[in-house]
């Protein structure tokens, strides 16, 4: 009987240790938004998503279509789930700008990167009435 408490223990201990350290698919869903607000204006940015906290410029803009973000325009903010930000900022540590353009590329595909319009007053105040 102590050998089966053993064992049973022993068991339990490993399928907890596996299901914590297994790979868990991403809940990311860029769908599901919540508001930020840069310099008084209001964006609807993914939730879980980290988000610029400045407007973007012509330059922003350019990178962001090189990496295959079609839609950002002056005023917007850019936004990055927080794997890909964490990524980028892992590899940016090393120095290698080829493998970090890699990653934003990827997240580009993915949907996991892009820039949020400003709210128009209207869409703003109908937010709040949610």
């Known amino acids: ?60 803009i350019k990178r962001f279509q090189e990496f295959g973000v079609s839609d950002c325009n002056d005023g917007d903010i850019t936004w990055e789930d927080y794997k890909t930000a964490d990524a980028v900022n892992a590899v940016m540590r090393n120095g290698k700008k080829s493998e970090g353009i890699a990653i934003y590329q990827k997240a580009a595909s993915e949907g996991k990167i892009g820039c949020a319009s400003p709210l128009s007053d209207e869409e703003y105040k109908s937010y709040l009435k949610k």
């Open 1 to 60: 009987m102590k050998k089966l408490k053993i064992m049973l223990a022993t068991g339990l201990g490993s399928l907890l240790f596996m299901g914590c350290t297994s790979n868990q698919p991403s809940l990311f869903d860029p769908s599901n938004k919540e508001m930020k607000t840069v310099d008084g204006k209001h964006y609807m940015v993914p939730a879980g998503a980290s988000a610029s906290n400045y407007a973007v410029d012509s330059k922003v």
